[in-house]
């Protein structure tokens, strides 16, 4: 089926980027998500080279450029956008249908390529919402995989050589040619940003019968591509032309066809651009296994077998690309030809339209990434590794003869055994793959074989061609056919037309007229063959550009790449009259003519008639042949002779050209002998350049693995210098002095602070504590060992020789991994409060010694009522210790207080409770108090005192003892209890 049919539906969801980088990449990275907005709408995916055993620090470092989530790839991930997707070490990575999914690389392969193996798989997955970007780095992962994502329509992106600090991958993916832009990784976000927002690129592009509305700028684009190329694509699948201009379009920010065309005008390289990424060939080497498998197994002993007569096997892959195909055919036969232990002659033709793919395949370098492709006896047998990545061997290069043809236009090669062409046909339209087709039927020898891609078959060819097994498209020939007819050159330009009905699209075809052609060539073939027994039409050149009859009787085709000069197909015996004839008739232009000409057909010989006529206004000829066998010619029977002056002369140019040919003969064996014995050296220097190699390999492979890591390092430390700084600066101007000691006591570190009390200097650090004799820190010893031990928090006040106070904090030091490491000690000078708590306490005791000697009775109570200080007239006076009332509640039973009527007073009636009520003090608090021995009457004045609130919080009382209970006032007597609140101004 065709894949322009098998397209997914992908014109909903976002992007994914996927990103390689190795050495050197991380300062790339760093800049392109500096760059990058962290709701773009797009998913980022970073591949990297990493060493099995190293602990990735990306994502911290990556971190602060951006405000993105970073997430470590877990096996069955789904990918969401505006997140950063980090590959773990020792996996490769995989997408399906959104999914990440992790694999083990496969150990037996000389090289694990992580990027390629990813950017392939996004292809597959994303095809045109794909986005490769290819970073610093060494060697050459990504340049394959580059090529998958350009084939399934998305973009890729390259950076810059110059601000790249490892050239070898960007290098590599610039020389695929396959590259949309390259540029410095600060710029590449907006150029990505205005890609994906362009009208026809983000899914709002018309359809192809809109598209084709535009007849006249389609029609003038394809002609300017045929000018600059030779190459005519209005016989190509409108779908295809539409979707590789419709990119273009997006990539050079123009919205419709005629501005396109402007912006070509205004820049002329961009014709090129188009013209290659119409030719995108993407091919692998043994691409679809297992249809080369069955190709190795099954077709390759037949075509050995078939020509165990005269050992040459004649192979064509047409559009051959790059020449991974062409190789890979190649290596197969002559692998086969080993294991034979027999000798035949191979030669492989791979042609292709694309002249830069052509030059590129005869070179036979390619990256690393090949090894990902196929058996690494393959590679290790027929590849020799050179800094670039892999070059074929060149007894396997020899066996290959590339050429630029278009097979359209260009004769075909002739007695071919195999012809593939894959993932060809599939961009031609129906009308084309016939004549493709036919040409192959002419080009097969009789039990050939035709192998053509997964998604392409012979269809109406099926009389030619007979299929060999139902999944792989390799397809036996039936029989030899006859030259194609050429019917290109009938086939109308790509020109506008009125209409935009099917049949006037550009690019389309009128059946009806190839019906009308075709029609008349046969009855042009049906005249010409009755008048005459063969006519051949030629150039003023000899070359032939059409034949009627039967050719083949007079006219002889040689091996090897096709020659159609009529010069050199004749039988020798008439070669020099025809050219003679044709230099006359053309000179003279009249008609030459040549009879009874001998010519020897096996045991027949037979008497020609030659006709050389000049066609009027054109410089081609028609050349008519007819013959009858006979049995004796004499010489004056024929028209055409040599006098005995020209014969003479013809004589002694051939001795001359014998005696040329047997110097040239001994001058070769000379060569040969020098060039064996320069093989000899030159196997022996190989062998040294492969070990040589195989080393320098193993010394890239870990130099980049180091630079990766050094990378991050580098960044890691310039991150922990900025935190050390900060530190340093933190320690010099906080007022707290800090001392480091280490598990072993030694100092480590001190803040400038601890010099103001403690002369320690810089050469003191790593000396123990104990060599330095610090009186501040003699009682604060134990408190260290004994954090040291515990990991307990101490503290400690301590008075310095110059009368200064200081706090001392003892903390324990712990490491990273929470394991303890030291003790940091802190000294916080608390002078000004220690000296007002000192002044406080003073005041407190003065105050105590002044309620002490009172001679009332002076106690204080909570706010509560729980009694917190009392003096000696109190104790005297109530019978009780000092030790015994703190503590006890004023109107606890164990003090026994009433009213003068003997009624215990509760305590919401208490004087505390008045107190806090009022929040005022009371006067003439009457209470009566009994002991064992008499009962005593009490007069109470207390005074609230308040917290920071408002609130009452303690009180103070005064216990005046009366004379007697008979000195009570009458109204006194009358409210025992109650207390006379104060009411005067004072």
């Not at 070990?691 to 960044?715: D, F, H, K, P």
Request: aromatic share 8%; net charge negative.
């Amino acid at each position: 089926m065709n894949e322009d049919l098998e397209k997914k539906d992908t014109s909903q969801g976002y992007y994914i980027i996927g990103i390689g980088a190795s050495a050197g990449g991380l300062e790339a990275l760093v800049n392109f998500f500096h760059n990058m907005p962290s709701d773009s709408g797009m998913a980022f995916v970073v591949v990297q080279h990493l060493s099995p055993d190293y602990k990735s620090l990306m994502d911290e470092l990556l971190a602060r450029h951006t405000n993105m989530e970073i997430i470590k790839i877990t096996d069955g991930m789904t990918i969401m956008p505006d997140r950063i997707y980090l590959l773990p070490p020792k996996k490769n990575l995989t997408i399906f249908n959104r999914q990440l999914l992790l694999t083990t690389p496969d150990p037996a392969l000389p090289f694990n390529l992580p990027i390629d193996f990813f950017f392939r798989s996004l292809a597959e997955d994303q095809e045109e919402k794909s986005v490769g970007i290819i970073l610093s780095g060494t060697g050459s992962d990504g340049s394959r995989g580059i090529q998958a994502i350009k084939k399934a329509g998305g973009m890729v992106m390259v950076q810059d050589e110059q601000s790249a600090k490892f050239d070898g991958m960007p290098r590599s993916a610039i020389g695929t040619g396959l590259a949309d832009y390259v540029e410095i990784p600060e710029k590449m976000p907006e150029i990505i940003l205005s890609f994906i927002s362009h009208p026809l690129i983000a899914g709002t592009s018309r359809n192809i019968a809109e598209f084709s509305q535009d007849e006249t700028e389609m029609a003038k684009l394809i002609a300017m591509i045929r000018t600059r190329t030779g190459v005519d694509f209005s016989f190509y699948k409108q779908a295809t032309i539409q979707r590789r201009i419709e990119r273009r379009m997006g990539m050079s920010q123009t919205v419709n066809l005629r501005g396109y065309l402007k912006y070509i005008n205004e820049h002329n390289e961009e014709i090129d651009a188009l013209y290659r990424d119409m030719l995108i060939g993407v091919t692998r080497f043994f691409r679809d296994k297992d249809e080369f498998d069955y190709l190795k197994k099954n077709i390759i002993p037949v075509l050995f077998k078939n020509c165990l007569k005269n050992k040459i096997i004649r192979a064509w892959v047409a559009g051959c690309s790059t020449g991974e195909e062409a190789f890979t055919i190649a290596i197969l036969l002559y692998d086969y030809m080993l294991s034979l232990k027999d000798h035949y002659e191979i030669k492989v033709f791979a042609t292709d339209i694309d002249n830069d793919a052509i030059i590129k395949a005869g070179h036979g370098i390619y990256p690393e990434g090949i090894a990902a492709d196929m058996d690494p006896v393959f590679l290790d047998k027929y590849f020799d590794r050179t800094a670039e990545g892999f070059r074929v061997k060149r007894h396997i290069r020899e066996l290959v003869i590339f050429a630029r043809q278009n097979i359209l236009k260009d004769p075909p090669f002739t007695k071919i055994d195999i012809i593939t062409c894959r993932n060809l046909l599939i961009y031609l339209r129906t009308r084309l793959q016939k004549d493709v087709l036919a040409l192959f039927h002419f080009a097969l020898k009789d039990k050939g074989y035709l192998f053509l891609g997964p998604s392409e078959s012979v269809g109406d060819a099926s009389d030619y061609f007979l299929a060999e097994h139902r999944s792989v498209k390799v397809f036996l020939h039936k029989g030899q056919g006859i030259p194609p007819v050429r019917r290109i050159s009938s086939i109308p330009k790509y020109e506008p037309s009125k209409s935009n009905s099917p049949a006037n699209i550009p690019g389309t075809y009128n059946t009806s007229n190839f019906k009308k052609i075709e029609t008349i060539e046969k009855y042009y073939q049906e005249i010409i063959n009755n008048l005459c027994e063969s006519c051949v039409v030629i150039n003023e050149k000899g070359d032939l550009l059409e034949t009627f009859g039967e050719p083949e009787r007079f006219l002889k085709t040689q091996l090897g790449k096709v020659d159609l000069n009529i010069n050199r197909m004749v039988r020798s015996n008439v070669a020099l009259a025809l050219t003679t004839g044709i230099r006359n008739a053309l000179k003279e232009s009249k008609k030459i003519t040549y009879k009874n000409l001998r010519i020897d057909d096996r045991d027949i010989t037979r008497g020609v008639d030659m006709k050389i006529a000049p066609l009027k206004s054109s410089n081609k000829l028609i050349v008519i042949f007819h013959s009858e066998i006979v049995d004796n010619l004499t010489k004056e029977e024929t028209t055409f002779s040599l006098d005995p002056h020209s014969n003479q002369q013809m004589i002694e140019l051939q001795n001359e050209i014998q005696l040329t040919r047997e110097n040239l003969q001994a001058a070769n064996e000379e060569l040969q002998t020098s060039n064996e014995e320069l093989q000899a050296t030159n196997e022996e220097l190989l062998a040294s350049n492969e070990e040589l190699q195989s080393t320098n390999e193993e010394l890239n492979s870990v130099n980049e693995e180091l630079n990766t890591v050094n990378a991050e390092y580098q960044a890691k430390i310039a991150e922990l210098l900025e935190l050390n700084t900060d530190m340093d600066n933190l320690l010099k101007s906080t007022e707290i002095g800090t001392i480091f000691l280490d598990k072993e006591l030694c100092i480590r570190k001190f803040t400038p602070a601890v010099t103001l009390e403690i002369n320690l200097m810089q050469q003191d650090l790593g000396r123990h504590l104990s060599d330095l004799s610090i009186p501040l820190l003699e009682d604060v010893n134990k408190d260290i060992h004994h954090t040291l031990l515990t990991s307990e928090i101490m503290e400690r006040v301590v008075q310095s020789p110059n009368e200064k106070w200081y706090l001392f904090q003892i903390f324990p030091y712990s490491d990273e991994n929470g394991e303890k490491d030291g003790v940091i000690i802190s000294m916080i000078n608390i002078t000004k409060q220690k000296n007002a708590e000192i002044a406080i306490k003073k005041n407190l005791d003065l105050m105590k010694q002044i309620l002490e000697t009172s001679p009332a009775a002076q106690l204080m109570t909570d706010s509560t009522g729980k009694i917190i200080f009392a003096n000696k007239q109190t104790e005297n006076w109530l019978g009780f210790k000092k030790n015994e009332l703190i503590n006890m509640y004023f109107d606890s039973s164990d003090l026994n207080i009433t009213d003068l009527d003997g009624n215990v007073i509760l305590h919401e009636k208490s004087p505390v409770a008045e107190i806090k009520k009022l929040k005022k003090n009371i006067k003439n608090f009457i209470i009566c108090y009994k002991n064992k021995n008499n009962k005593i009457i009490f007069k109470i004045t207390g005074n609230p005192l308040f917290n920071d609130q408002g609130a009452v919080d303690s009180a103070v009382f005064t216990m005046d003892r009366l004379a007697n209970d008979n000195s009570i006032d009458s109204e006194n007597k009358k409210y025992p209890g109650k207390e006379a609140v104060n009411n005067d101004k004072t």
